[in-house]
């Protein structure tokens, strides 16, 4: 059974950084397409963003491209989301998922998923 784990949320104010981790039990983590996805309240879950399981291809959401970045390392079986400058609009559950397809900003893309870290951004 695989397993994803989040951490690196966490509470601070607008402008500051944050680093998220995925951890996965994957044996084929390399093999799979990795994606982050973020949920509030009032909002359906929706894309942050995506990297390819070969050749480095990213994709990003119009509200965090330039802000966030998303890379991996295949020799720890874990992916990143680096968040720069941050706002009170970026507050919610952060998701990891991975899939066997494409690259996609679908949530049905993705097959395993983990339980969420909670990012809050104060003013």
């Known amino acids: 059974q695989v397993h994803l784990i989040e951490s690196g949320g966490g509470a601070v104010q607008t402008g500051a950084s944050l680093r998220l981790a995925c951890a996965t039990s994957v044996y084929s983590f390399r093999t799979y397409t990795m994606g982050w996805f973020r949920q509030d309240p009032e909002k359906g879950r929706e894309f942050v963003a995506a990297r390819a399981s070969t050749g480095g291809t990213t994709y990003y959401a119009d509200s965090v491209k330039g802000r966030f970045t998303i890379s991996r390392d295949n020799a720890k079986n874990t992916v990143y989301l680096q968040m720069n400058r941050l706002k009170p609009e970026d507050t919610a559950v952060y998701y990891c998922?991975?899939?066997?397809?494409?690259?996609?900003?679908?949530?049905?893309?993705?097959?395993?998923w983990g339980q969420g870290t909670q990012v809050t951004v104060s003013s």
């Open positions: 998922a991975a899939g066997r397809g494409i690259m996609a900003t679908e949530t049905s893309a993705y097959d395993v």
